[in-house]
């Protein structure tokens, strides 16, 4: 089966301009989650959401950031009025918690997003 | 996805080496952690995990070491090869606290012919 897939793979957007990711995850993976990688600051985590429940928002760097997931399956990263330090690689990963014998995420290739 | 041009440690082994990749974890509440490999332009890609009542857990060519007492991973590459070159990280999780990977910051294994 297809792995997580997320889309546009590269992204060039101006300052103050709003952008759009977008995450396929796994068929079947109730967990989806959302990192970002950046100079200086390593792999960090922003947004989880688990099945139904109220996604855990706690690493999300400002109220210009949100996230949504649709019918339990794509997920959409949306950035309002965009600034330079927004630069980065946004990935996505996804899980199940079937059974729950591993808590193994399985990542995309990622966006990277350049803000000029 | 990669590593975005971060000052990261490096190891440098000769092809057939064995290689140790070191990490210290920062929660001591967590309870599962994980090894990931990521190549240029891709994603993390999982080699192996471990939780932590155990100390040693072995996979193909791979042992993860967990010492809790000091909050360290660390993860050994038999007979290292030139695909093995990559940026490793360590990661994370309390399991009681929605399973978000907290990652390390990563270390540049390269492996010289």
């Known amino acids: 089966g297809a792995g997580v897939s997320q889309s546009p793979s590269n992204k060039v957007t101006e300052k103050g301009k709003d952008v759009e990711l977008r995450c396929d995850p796994i068929?079947?993976?109730?967990?989806l989650y959302w990192y970002r990688q950046s100079l200086g600051q390593g792999l960090e985590f922003l947004i989880y959401f688990q099945g139904n429940s109220a996604p855990d928002k706690s690493g999300l760097p400002s109220d210009r950031f949100s996230a949504e997931r649709t019918g339990g399956s794509v997920s959409t990263l949306t950035i309002q009025r965009t600034q330079q330090e927004d630069s980065a690689v946004y990935l996505c990963?996804?899980?199940?918690?079937?059974?729950?014998?591993?808590?193994?995420?399985?990542f995309g290739p990622g966006t990277r997003l350049t803000v000029t | 996805g990669e590593s975005v041009g971060l000052h990261l440690p490096t190891l440098s082994v000769q092809e057939g080496d064995n290689s140790i990749i070191n990490c210290a974890y920062s929660n001591s509440a967590s309870d599962y952690f994980i090894w990931y490999k990521q190549e240029s332009g891709k994603g993390p890609q999982f080699i192996i995990d471990?939780?932590?009542?155990?100390d040693k857990r072995q996979g193909q060519r791979v042992t993860v070491l967990l010492n809790k007492t000091v909050k360290h991973l660390s993860l050994q590459i038999a007979a290292t090869q030139p695909g093995d070159s990559a940026v490793y990280f360590c990661a994370e999780i309390f399991t009681g606290g929605g399973n978000k990977l907290t990652f390390g910051t990563g270390t540049q294994l390269k492996v010289e012919l």
């Open positions: 068929s079947g993976h109730t967990a």
């Open positions: 471990i939780r932590s009542n155990m």
């Open positions: 990963a996804s899980s199940t918690r079937q059974g729950q014998s591993s808590y193994e995420q399985y």
